[in-house]
């Protein structure tokens, strides 16, 4: 690891700087103290980087779980009808630590292979879920109202509210200064995210959400001078009789003197073990963080310039630790995140020291400059996830999803629906029972089966058959990942498709990755008894489409 740290070390300082505006905005998303994200970060690097196998994977506090935070958060804190925020928070801690000891339960199980099981349109669907979710959420802190702004995170509300009349009610709320503080962030992010950007070496490697935030920030001090009424503040007021905690900026209570890195940290009240859904939230949680690492495991191997393999069991090892160390601590839960990891590789970065050495980045700034947190608007943070909940729901998405054929853009839909208007859990099942459907119904119509041989040819290669059946699902991934990564180097692969009828589209992006990997161990790979469309599809030559 110490090979690589003239890479290492820019990589994680630039991995640093978009995390740390991420951190803060997903966990005011979950509706815990702020604090907390800042803590999942550090362990993220520290801990899981540590133990992880993935060479360029970064792992933090993820969007994808703030929605089970908030509600969790919610149900455990309200008592007799009245919420506190922190007794739930304390509560929810001990969750984070079951759903650590479960995912570390799994990796010694064996059971990283899961993920291969699920398949994408569900997991896209997710996301895309997850997405929508956020955007839908985050708009209230977008127009400065700032009362309870997620609300209940299920889409109808305890109060009588759903999502949509919540915004509504901020839409009546607005403060102009945070609606200019949200315009001016979300120019600049767009602006990083333009072509002229990317192509200027100098201005790639300046992290859009750090430039958005210190613009925020400079803004609101700004207005402090010259436009006092649009100031954004922390303050109490009353509104139609009600007195409404308006908490335009980041709130993180002040760290002690004496111990100025322990004073912020929060530990979990053992007292709700006696509560039986506190083992519900804890198993949930742990399954949507294994699938969530898992997949962006497998988004960040593809992206890995080497084309190198994650041990998918010593991930769930290292991200069970991981959540366990954060929980005691006063974090959010952790899964690998793949907009970290993708700036990280973007970055150069080619060992797991990058990782590592952003969670350092991140114990520093909050020892040395904890004060700078708490002068960042809600605002900018909203900004920031409503780009993220757009990317991972983007129109290309639903467009790639539908031009795939109803067996995949149903399940993709319906896990969608499901998430927004039930919760996350609820839409992966639901999401997953809809494919399970499609496959069941074209393997009933043809019959699946795929068989692997091996002979010895005559320049001592050892030749290897793969023969597909008429149908070879996302069932049929692991299974094959796993056929695949053991053929020895220097061997010559077949791929035998004459009796092949229908294959999904998991199975191209396997060989597309594949094929890059054998270049690198001398595999001569040959595809026969396809036809040419498929052979290209196979190959990822079709239009870069598939």
């Known amino acids: 690891m110490f090979k690589n740290l003239k890479y290492d070390i820019p990589s994680g300082l630039v991995v640093f700087l978009v995390a740390l505006p991420l951190c803060l905005g997903i966990a005011l998303a979950s509706g815990a103290p702020m604090f907390s994200g800042i803590i999942a970060g550090i362990i993220g690097g520290l801990v899981v980087g540590a133990l992880s196998g993935s060479p360029l994977g970064v792992s933090g506090p993820a969007a994808g779980l703030a929605v089970i935070v908030a509600e969790g ?15 739930g928070f304390k509560a929810f801690l001990v969750a984070g630590v079951i759903a650590g000891i479960i995912q570390i339960i799994l990796g010694l199980l064996k059971a990283g292979i899961i993920g291969y099981y699920f398949p994408s ?7 895309a879920g997850i997405g929508i979710t956020l955007i839908l ?3 209230p802190h977008a127009l400065g109202y700032d009362k309870n702004p997620e609300g209940d995170w299920a889409f109808y509300q305890t109060d009588g509210h759903n999502t949509f009349s919540e915004i509504w009610y901020a839409l009546q709320n607005p403060t102009v200064g945070a609606i200019i503080i949200t315009a001016i962030a979300l120019g600049i992010l767009l602006l990083f995210q333009s072509k002229a950007i990317k192509k ?4 790639n490697l300046i992290p859009g959400p750090l430039i958005a935030v210190i613009a925020a920030i400079a803004l609101n001090e700004l207005f402090k001078s010259v436009f006092p009424e649009l100031t954004l503040v922390n303050e109490s007021s009353l509104l139609k009789e009600q007195v409404v905690q308006n908490n335009h900026l980041v709130n993180i209570k002040a760290a002690d003197t004496s111990l100025p890195f322990w004073g912020l940290l929060t530990f979990p009240d053992w007292t709700i073990l006696s509560n039986p859904r506190i083992y519900m939230i804890g198993f ?5 963080a294994s699938l969530e690492t898992l997949l962006c495991v497998e988004a960040t191997d593809k992206l890995d310039p080497q084309k190198r393999t994650t041990p998918t069991n010593r991930e769930l090892l290292a991200q069970g630790t991981g959540n366990v160390v954060s929980s005691l601590l006063g974090g959010l839960p952790i899964t690998q995140v793949i907009v970290r990891s993708s700036a990280n590789i973007n970055s ?55 031009d795939n054929g109803i067996s995949q853009f149903l399940p993709f839909v319906i896990t969608i629906g499901f998430i927004i208007f039930t919760n996350l859990l609820w839409g ?13 119904r074209r393997s009933y119509e043809n019959a699946l089966y795929s068989e692997f041989k091996e002979e010895e040819e005559e320049d001592n290669r050892r030749r290897t058959i793969i023969q597909f059946g008429e149908v070879v ?50 595999i001569e790979l040959e595809f026969v008894g396809f036809d040419e469309l498929t052979k290209q599809k196979l190959k990822g030559n079709t239009n870069g489409d598939v």
């Not at 200027?200 to 201005?203: D, Q, S």
């Not at 949930?284 to 949507?288: D, E, F, K, Q, S």
């Not at 992966?428 to 069941?440: E, K, T």
Request: charged residues 15%; aromatic residues 10%.
């Open 137 to 139: 959420k985050q708009i």
């Open 284 to 288: 949930t949680m742990a399954v949507v």
């Open 73 to 87: 958060i919610k149900e455990l804190g309200t008592i007799d009808g009245e919420f506190d925020m922190m007794i």
């Open 348 to 402: 150069g970065g080619k060992t797991k020291m990058s990782a590592i050495l952003h969670g350092v980045f991140l114990a520093v700034f909050v020892l040395l400059l904890p004060w700078l947190l708490n002068l960042i608007p809600l605002a900018c943070l909203a900004a920031i996830l409503l780009l993220v909940g757009y990317k991972l729901s983007s129109v290309k998405l639903f467009k790639q999803m539908y």
């Open 473 to 522: 699902s996302f069932f049929n991934k692991g299974h094959l990942h796993h056929k695949l990564n053991e053929i020895p180097d220097g061997s010559h692969l077949i791929i035998d498709g004459s009796k092949n009828e229908h294959m999904d589209h998991d199975i191209y992006d396997i060989f597309q990755d594949f094929i890059h990997n054998a270049k690198s161990r001398n």
């Open 200 to 203: 200027n070496k100098l201005l």
């Open 121 to 127: 349109a569900v997991i896209k669907g997710m996301l």
């Open 428 to 440: 992966i099942i639901i999401g997953l029972a809809v494919s399970i459907f499609f496959i069941i």
